[in-house]
């Protein structure tokens, strides 16, 4: 059967497009965008009365943990939180047990997703064998196979020398540089931001300069050698200001926040609770004003959610004996919707560029991000208005470390569309 989206709200960044209308949808296809399209017998219509038509969302940064971490997370349950969330496509990091340094686990991964999902995987591949940091992996072979972007993602490339060389191998071969910026030798075991809230706890702090030396030498070498660096959950003000200053002086640079760096402050680590552990860490209240700042003007590309499960047992321990991160797939729109757009700090028109079409560009997706006659029918459609409540049982994820569960936010993901089949995933 053809599918008919009808009346809604089609907010499309590509082409400009933010209007109420009707989309046709055969074959997996686009078919038609009108205003008023006629309904027949033959077609399976969704009334989007109120909802917002987007292109399809898609999440350069999550962790899918299997091979190797199925306890946490599995490629099945991760692309199930994914689709329940809002995105049509995500970008799977590679450390992995085996680490995907190589064609056969990238293959592994990709066969896996479509076995158990519509949602597609466009895989991250190491940046350096074992994600060791001391030599490259074979991106060529990984690329072959199905990777879109190369990174050590948690364990940062400290020799510049080896991260030289992978900006300028990945960039003969049309793969983007993924950059988790910190200095590991600052960081020498913190598990807070460094201020006056870490010492008020007794916790050993991770000051914001770890974040912005990784930055302004990783831009220096993007600079270097002409070619693209994308950096990682950004999260203090220094580090939007150097973004901004590299793209101001013409290097490729693009970067990405998280939902928890515009949504959460430092303060919540009083609580002890494990959830609000992460890295880069949760910093100040200026901090996250820069990183909406960044947001708004395209300082700061695109949002993407670190999904980062870990197993309960794994949290309940000492604050900084927990592993970093939480899963972020469900909660992100909402997040975005309740922080951003309702508070009128970003348009939704740049919400949904950052969710959708700067992704899809960054990545290299050619023509996913943009709702066009002809083109694969991959949308998102969400509502403004109505309410999420995390409850724990709805976590389409094994793991469920968030800080979120139990509280409402405001917007809600209603249904996506992937390769025009329709899955409805609330009811209005």
């Known amino acids: ?23 046709l949808v055969s074959n997996g296809k686009v078919l038609s965008i009108n205003k008023k399209i006629a309904v027949s017998k033959d077609i399976e219509v969704f009334d989007a009365t109120g909802m917002i038509v987007a292109p399809g969302f898609i999440d350069l940064h999550c962790h899918l943990r299997e091979p190797g ?9 991760g692309l ?37 999902s519509p949602v597609r995987i466009y895989p991250v591949g190491a940046l350096s064998k074992e994600q060791k940091g001391e030599e490259l992996a074979n991106y060529a072979e990984m690329r072959d196979a199905g990777i879109w972007a190369v990174s050590d993602d948690g364990r940062p490339v400290m020799n510049s020398q080896v991260m030289r060389k992978a900006l300028e191998y990945a960039g ?33 702090g991770i000051p914001a300069e770890a974040e912005l030396i990784q930055i302004r030498r990783d831009t220096a070498l993007s600079r270097l050698t002409g070619q693209r660096v994308h950096i990682a959950h950004v999260s203090t003000k220094y580090s939007v200001e150097a973004v901004r200053m590299a793209r101001k002086k013409k290097i490729p640079v693009t970067a990405e926040a998280t939902p928890h760096h515009f949504s959460l402050t430092e303060e919540m680590v009083e609580t002890f609770d494990t959830n609000y552990k992460m890295n880069p860490p949760l910093r100040t209240a200026d901090d996250v004003k820069a990183v909406i700042e960044g947001l708004s003007d395209g300082t700061i590309d695109c949002i993407a959610t670190d999904h980062a499960p870990h197993a309960w047992e794994e949290k309940m321990v000492e604050f900084d004996r927990a592993p970093n991160g939480i899963i972020g797939l469900q909660t992100a729109v909402p997040l975005a919707i309740e922080n951003l757009v309702l508070p009128d700090k970003i348009s939704l028109k740049r919400m949904v560029d950052a969710f959708s079409t700067a992704p899809a560009r960054i990545i ?8 066009e006659v002809g083109k694969e029918a991959d949308l998102t459609i969400f509502s403004l208005k109505k309410e999420t409540l995390l409850k724990k049982e709805d976590i389409k994820s094994l793991s469920k470390n968030s800080p979120f569960i139990g509280r409402k936010i405001k917007g809600a993901v209603m249904a996506v569309v992937i390769g025009g089949e329709l899955h409805r995933l609330r009811e209005k």
């Open 1 to 23: 059967m053809k599918l008919l989206i009808k009346n809604g709200r089609v907010v499309d960044p590509f082409s400009g497009t933010d209007e109420t209308l009707d989309i």
């Open 69 to 77: 971490y199925e306890r946490k997370e599995t490629i099945e349950s």
């Open 80 to 116: 199930a939180a994914a689709m329940y969330g809002g995105f049509t496509g995500v970008c799977p990091m590679p450390n992995t047990d085996p680490v995907n340094d190589s064609a056969g686990v990238t293959s592994f991964m990709i066969e896996k997703a479509k076995k158990v």
């Open 172 to 204: 003969s071969l049309g793969l983007l540089v993924i950059d988790h910026a910190e200095d590991i030798n600052l960081v020498a075991g913190g598990s807070m931001n460094e201020g006056e809230v870490s010492a008020r706890l007794g916790l050993r």
């Open 364 to 371: 290299g997706l050619g023509d996913k991000g943009r709702i």
